[in-house]
């Protein structure tokens, strides 16, 4: 008797009479005996089945816990998987997910099981009712192989993280043992061992990421390419790729591919991707792809992103082949070598929402048919690192959606057109290094969303106009190497959110305001180099010993430069926002020719502000300062660069300077400082120090790092001896001890990089190494170009 007519009858059975089974069907069973025997009968056969029933749940229960259970004393610390034990549930078992009561699912993830993958494929992977199973950062090891039985309820399978090895055709034949099996996750792994034998991709897998692992051949992959089946999914970014592109021979089905970050080389074909009808997201990024635009990638015309970036590659005009992809959201082809200009049909593009072309060879007009649609969805607009001329076409005021845009090194004239003011989302306009003239539109003031105004190198004159104290989400006022005039707004302290100001090298007048020091979180303030007097207001140090977290600043790339030894350019360091320029290209900017410029730090803001630790850069050199230096900037514990030379400062040196504990560079030269050097200086661990042409007398404070530096940083003073200067009347310390004082300075000098590095952000070591930098700038004097990268 089949289970199909058995279960009704069980049921009618247990209502406790036998039910009235139609004449037909007891003809179809052949039961033709009589009811008393009948009833008896089924009533056996229920029974037995109940107990069948019940039994086989139980036991494949029982099996399923002693299949984890042996799984949990494989480990070489079963202990911590500790609740997996037989006085629970294997339902309540950590990670395990039932449906109906039998196990569904596993999830564990960041905990060290140190497991074989033999034993999750000889224990886990035969669990019968298994359907996910991801074991993210567990430290699993071993070869993947394909399991003896893989159960056949297993549609997904993570894997992630961990530290399998085997080749590409294992994990095909992995997912191939699995029948269901529908998404395979590989994903930071060390597979990519070279396959002697292909596995086409199994018929149900729609997913497989094998990005961040050692794939080292395009041939390892070729196959792969050749039979794509079913496959929508496929990641093989941030391997090893060696070699030209795959040829694709059918994927009709593929949706997503990610080759990025790979060593792929040669011209993309014609035909590449023609058959990649469903094709969404491409992304070939970071290869090194030469020659022009895949030819007829336009045929891909569902492709929402595509990105073509960090390439080779070159052409002219290779928009105008795109433009015929209606549904493109995201269009990347920064750092190539793409060239010519922009043609007007790129509003055809009406989906776009990001267009990044930064660090090509782009020239001519920005064009103005940008935006001419009436309800424009351009997010992002990166066009900085281009050969772009003309003027900032006005329709950019139809970009309403703006939201960030980058114009910077570039030939750009004209004016900034205050229409811009119209963009209420827009958080970044930035547009250093161009030839923009005028005024600093009044009407930015109403851009509440704006974060980021960077115009450094320009041409704008005119003041500092009042509008911006509405826009009191600034975090990055930069607005170096202008003509402005006028004085610093008081306003400016009103800025809350103000983290870097830099307004350097322009004609402001007037006083500091002492209002900046209620910004809560300026940490970069560079005021140098303009005609600045009055005295340094105290209140700047208002926020030091304040340390607020959660400073929200968009991670931007920034560089800092060293300045060379040059008349023409003064101060030590120059702070410059460099996000998708590339680094080549600094030389583009017309001072780094004359300011000797040295890279000497790459990193992105997000880092260094994470949290808050009050001043960490202060530069108001080169202006008419005077008054004494006030004795509350030491309360600045974590200012690492200290620059007030070529000022009129004049009175003693604080002691308390000596508690700045992380200063690193200290310029005070060309000053009216006077008095002795105070004893406290030893205690400073500097890399660099000028003190020159001021006042001082008095002997060199002979311990710490003072005397580490030449005669050049003492020079022309009142009456400054001892080493390195010739010695004070009798007493004066050798050589030898002198360089046995320097070697212990610079021994603590290291281990105060170290401390530093590891408990501060990152900015510290930017101070140290500039510090570091410096002195070994000196030794390689014929270098000009030095990168320290981290
Ligand atoms: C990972 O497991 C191996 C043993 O399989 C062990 O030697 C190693 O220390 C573990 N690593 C971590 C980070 O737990
Ligand atoms: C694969 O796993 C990694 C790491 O957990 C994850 O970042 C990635 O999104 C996963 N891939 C897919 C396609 O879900
Ligand atoms: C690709 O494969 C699918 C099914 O596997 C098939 O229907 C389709 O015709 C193939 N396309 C090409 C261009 O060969
Ligand atoms: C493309 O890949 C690169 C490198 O892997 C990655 O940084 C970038 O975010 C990707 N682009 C998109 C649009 O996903
Ligand atoms: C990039 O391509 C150009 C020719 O278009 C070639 O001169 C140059 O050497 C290539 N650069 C690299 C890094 O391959
Ligand atoms: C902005 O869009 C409107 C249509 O919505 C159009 O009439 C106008 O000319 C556009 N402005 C510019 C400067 O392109
Ligand atoms: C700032 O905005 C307020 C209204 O929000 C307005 O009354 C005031 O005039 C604005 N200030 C400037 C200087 O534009
Ligand atoms: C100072 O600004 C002027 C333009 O106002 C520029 O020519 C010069 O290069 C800048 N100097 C430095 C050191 O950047
Ligand atoms: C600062 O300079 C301005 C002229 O630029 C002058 O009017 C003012 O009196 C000066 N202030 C001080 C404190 O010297
Ligand atoms: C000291 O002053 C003299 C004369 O003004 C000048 O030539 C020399 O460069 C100065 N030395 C230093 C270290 O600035």
Redesign the pocket.
């Known amino acids: 008797m089949r289970k199909k007519t058995a279960l009704p009858l069980c049921l009618c059975l247990f209502k406790g009479k036998l039910c009235n089974i139609s004449e037909p069907e007891k003809k179809r069973h052949k039961m033709h005996i009589r009811d008393q025997e009948r009833s008896a009968m089924a009533i056996m056969f229920c029974f037995c089945l109940f107990h069948f029933l019940l039994f086989s749940a139980l036991s494949a229960m029982a099996r399923d816990v002693d299949l984890l259970i042996s799984f949990k004393n494989s480990l070489a610390n079963p202990s911590l998987l500790s609740d997996w034990n037989h006085a629970k549930g294997v339902c309540e078992f950590r990670g395990i997910a039932c449906k109906a009561g039998y196990v569904s699912s596993l999830t564990i993830h960041e905990l060290p099981l140190g497991a074989d993958f033999s034993s999750v494929s000889a224990h886990i992977l035969s669990i019968a009712s298994l359907e996910t199973l991801s074991l993210h950062s567990i430290n699993l090891t071993g070869f993947i192989s394909t399991p003896t039985k893989c159960t056949a309820q297993l549609k997904r399978l993570d894997l992630s993280s961990n530290r399998l090895r085997g080749s590409i055709s294992d994990a095909a034949s992995l997912a191939g043992s699995c029948p269901s099996l529908q998404s395979l996750n590989l994903s930071n792994n060390s597979i990519g061992q070279t396959s002697y034998h292909s596995c086409p991709v199994p018929p149900n897998l729609k997913m497989l990421d094998l990005s961040y692992n050692k794939i080292a051949t395009n041939k390892d992959i070729q196959w792969l390419f050749s039979k794509l089946g079913i496959l929508k999914h496929l990641d093989l970014s941030n391997n090893n790729i060696k070699g030209s592109i795959p040829h694709i021979s059918n994927c009709t089905f593929l949706q997503y591919l990610d080759l990025s970050s790979n060593q792929l080389s040669g011209t993309v074909p014609a035909s590449t991707f023609s058959n990649c009808l469903n094709l969404t997201y491409l992304n070939i990024s970071s290869n090194h792809f030469t020659g022009n635009v895949p030819p007829d990638i336009e045929t891909s015309m569902n492709l929402v992103i595509l990105s073509l970036s960090n390439n080779n590659f070159s052409g002219e005009n290779p928009i105008s082949s795109l433009v015929a992809m209606p549904r493109l959201q995201l269009l990347e082809l920064a750092i190539n070598n793409f060239s010519g200009s922009l043609p007007h049909s790129i509003s055809n593009l009406t989906s776009l929402e990001i267009l990044d072309l930064s660090a090509n060879r782009f020239s001519g007009p920005i064009p103005h048919s940008l935006c001419t649609r009436s309800v424009s969805s351009l997010k992002v607009l990166y066009l900085q690192d281009n050969y772009f001329t003309g003027s900032i076409p006005d329709s950019l005021r139809n970009c309403t959606n703006l939201v960030s845009l980058d114009l910077s090194l570039n030939f750009l004239s004209g004016s900034i057109p205050g229409s811009l003011g119209f963009l209420s989302y827009l958080k970044d306009l930035i547009m250093w290094q161009n030839y923009l003239n005028g005024d600093i539109p009044s009407e930015l003031s109403s851009l509440k969303s704006l974060k980021n105004l960077i115009l450094d190198y320009n041409n704008l004159t005119g003041t500092i106009h009042n509008g911006l104290v509405n826009c009191t989400n600034l975090n990055w006022i930069s607005l170096a190497s202008n003509q402005l005039t006028g004085s610093i707004p008081i306003w400016i302290g009103k800025l809350e959110n103000l983290v870097i100001l830099i307004l350097r090298n322009n004609s402001l007048s007037g006083s500091i305001p002492q209002g900046l020091g209620d910004c809560k979180g300026l940490v970069y303030l560079d005021l140098s180099s303009n005609r600045l007097n009055g005295s340094i207001p105290p209140t700047l140090a208002k926020q030091s010993s304040k340390i607020v977290g959660g400073l929200l600043v968009v991670s931007w790339r920034f560089i800092q430069l060293r300045i060379g030894n040059n008349s023409q350019c003064h101060g030590v360091t120059t702070f410059l926002e460099f996000d998708g320029i590339r680094s080549d290209d600094l030389m583009r900017l017309p001072s780094t020719r004359y300011c000797n410029f040295l890279r000497v730090y790459t990193g992105s803001t997000g880092d260094i502000l994470r949290s808050n630790i009050s001043m960490l850069f202060l530069d108001l050199s080169y202006n008419q300062l005077d008054g004494q230096i006030p004795t509350e900037i030491s309360a600045m514990q974590f200012l690492g660069i200290l620059n007030l030379e070529h000022n009129h400062l004049s009175g003693q040196l604080p002691e308390k300077l000596g508690d700045i504990t992380h200063l690193g560079v200290l310029y005070l ?1 060309h000053n009216m400082l006077e008095g002795m050097i105070p004893s406290s200086f030893s205690t400073l661990s500097l890399s660099e120090l000028d003190l ?2 001021n006042q001082l007398y008095g002997p060199i404070p002979e311990r710490g790092s003072l005397i580490t530096f030449p005669a ?1 940083a003492f ?2 003073n009142s009456g400054l001896c001892g080493f390195p200067l010739l010695p004070c009347n009798g007493s004066s310390i050798s050589r030898e001890d002198r360089s046995q004082l320097s070697s212990t300075n610079h021994q603590s000098s290291q281990s105060w990089q170290i401390a530093l590095g590891l408990l501060f952000s990152l900015f510290f070591i930017i101070v140290f190494v500039i510090g570091q930098l410096l002195k070994q700038i000196s030794v390689y004097f014929g270098c000009d170009y030095v990168s320290v990268l981290y």
């Open positions: 030269s020159s042409n050049y020079e022309n």
